[in-house]
DNA sequence: CACGCCGTATGAAACATTTCAAACATCCTG
DNA sequence: CAGGATGTTTGAAATGTTTCATACGGCGTG
């Protein structure tokens, strides 16, 4: 520490007068090493400010101890709950876990994931633009675990944890319907997101069921997931002629209801009673709005728990098959689909 | 790929018929090898599939690709904006960026820079649960840039990247007091937060100087900057006799103050004419609240950028030296403190 | 033709660790 | 006291790169 250059097995060996195996051994397999040349060592590691050199030791050992979650849209607040749970789970395991952000970008998707080979991870985690880009069944091809988030990939070639979004939009259009609604907008879009287009249909497939004409269920498209998608969702919802406006919107997710709610309020509107709001996800600031929001809440943390097991599964277990849990999001009711209430 | 191992450069020389160092030379020096064994050499690594091992790498040449950025709080959003910055910087630079998050925890904070020194990183960001604790010292003498961010560090050690947060605290409070307010609260806590002492100390500043009576200046404390926090500091508000209750409160982060105001309306309080409210950081969800939040606007992204910049300065500059910088907030008005003012 | 030069290619050394067979020491057993 | 058994330590090999001094081959110059 002191000439410079960081010190070294080598180093801490000579200094202890001891080999550099056993300098390992103390590290690795202390129970091997005699307690008084172990505490030895020990002390010339402090004494010389050892730190062990996690490339050389990857290297050698071939394996690394590294996981990685690479997000969809890290302005999502949802993301980051879900990378908290893998984060337990990987801190449990003793791993690291290395968050990257593609921001909805396949080109920026493949970079990181080509830099994350590069770093040979024990496993990737990733919400993907597109769960069936070939580049994610190649890395799975090359023995990396690859586990899906919040998506489910085709064909069973992967891990994936998610939800069961059709479920999702069935639950939440089948409550604003309980409340006694019989026209309501379906916010939300790009289509070729994934969860986007589940979401929608259960809202149809309920609707149907339900025996209510297809028409008054209006599907209002977005260009994105985020708050001023929503106020501009807002804007179009608003410019409907009153009679045959909806009086209920289920929101593709959180950010677009916070939108949508915030655009309406200001618009004079009363939430819920002129316009009852769901949204999807329950991040935090859904209950924390200033009418909390009604919201079909995914177990994050336990989503992101979940995934991080099965990519360890996968990494050390070799009878390991693919699985795709699915769970069940559940509809938290809050004041702005249900009038007067206290809940939450 | 195909006998389970993943190809080295030696099976890609051995395919091309070449030797390792032109393999290397063709990845790091492609001008010196000769057009055609080097497309020969590209054409075997796409054949094998060759991935190069960044352990390797880093071990020989000493110096990682990567750079960390230690985040204090995961579930608030300002520091995600920030990192957002930091990893556009780092995109630039051709490096990875690891994020972890110490989730104010000290002890957890330690483990994980322990973590990156052994990985090696080029540098670290960070904004620390505590700016004087002796190992980030420990790790800026080892050599590896410390870089702290929101904070500035004791005794020019380290550089930093901050905002003047006393000069916030005296804008938001000076903003509330030309809009009238003879009574404010000041919300946050805990006081071990350098950020939150600094920014109550800007508030008490302003008020002494405009001549206004030391006791018309409530604080609040809270136990954390959370959103349940600021729900909680709305309880106690409403607790105080109308007469002597505050018209208005500045509250340190914008997390308390979504809590105020969500409790506040839910009281039956109106916003701004009954209670006017001023947030901290400007974080998006800001901007989307039911009644838009005025707040002292941090520049989150630009905070980040310019720490990435400094701490690269200071792996790649001999001539470094250390730097301070300070960052001037900015008061964005909104409805939140402003009568029928359709800002934003 | 000898010489030096230039553009390419080579192969060994170095990086910091882990692993593993072998050496060594110590003690016990018969 | 020979022969194991047990417990500890050793030293060399191996991991996949990059670097660097060296070698090579062809070409132009004197």
Redesign the interface.
């Known amino acids: ?1 002191v000439n ?1 250059r ?1 010190p070294s097995v080598k180093d801490v060996a000579r200094s202890a007068g001891v080999s550099l195996g056993t300098v390992s051994n103390v590290m690795n397999r202390p129970e091997v090493v005699s307690p008084t040349t172990r505490e030895r060592v020990e002390r010339a590691m402090v004494e010389l ?1 050892f ?6 030791r ?2 050698r050992a071939g394996t ?1 101890r590294t996981l990685a979650y690479v997000m969809l849209d ?2 999502n ?1 949802f993301f ?1 709950d879900v ?2 749970g893998i ?1 337990l789970a990987a801190e449990e395991a003793d791993l ?6 593609s921001n909805g970008r396949s080109e920026r998707e493949e970079v990181l994931l ?2 994350l ?4 991870v024990q496993g990737i985690l990733i919400t993907p633009v597109n769960p069936d880009a070939p580049h994610l069944a190649e890395i799975s091809r ?2 990396i675990p690859v586990v899906i988030v919040d998506r489910v990939g085709a064909g069973g070639l992967f891990c994936s944890v998610a939800v069961d979004d059709v479920l999702g939009g069935r639950i939440a259009v089948e409550h604003l319907a309980e409340q006694g609604h019989t026209r309501v907008a379906v916010v939300g879009g790009p289509e070729s997101i994934g969860q986007v287009r589940e979401r929608v249909e259960g809202a149809r497939q309920i609707w149907a069921e339900l025996g209510l004409p297809p028409e008054d269920l209006t599907y209002l498209p977005t260009a994105g997931l985020t ?1 001023a998608e929503g106020r501009s969702a807002g804007e179009r919802l608003a410019g409907i002629p009153a009679r045959r406006r909806p009086t209920a919107a289920f929101c593709a997710n959180d950010l677009l209801a ?2 949508l ?2 655009q309406s ?2 618009a004079g509107l009363r939430v819920p009673e002129e316009l009852a709001i769901v949204g999807f996800d329950d991040i ?2 859904a209950a ?5 929001l009604t919201s079909v809440r995914q177990p994050r943390q336990e989503l992101g728990r979940a995934a991080a097991q099965l990519v360890l599964d996968e990494a050390t277990n070799p009878d390991h098959v693919h699985q795709q849990p699915l769970f069940v999001p559940e509809l938290v009711a809050r004041a702005s689909t249900v009038v007067r209430s206290r809940s939450y």
Chains 1, 2 share one sequence.
């Open positions: 520490m410079g960081t400010g730190v062990r050199n996690e490339s050389a990857q290297l690394s890290g302005s607040p980051h990378s908290q984060e690291s876990l290395f968050i990257c952000n080509d830099r080979m590069q770093q040979r090359r023995g708050v916070l939108g709610l915030q309020i200001g935090e600031f924390a709005a200033a009418v909390p």
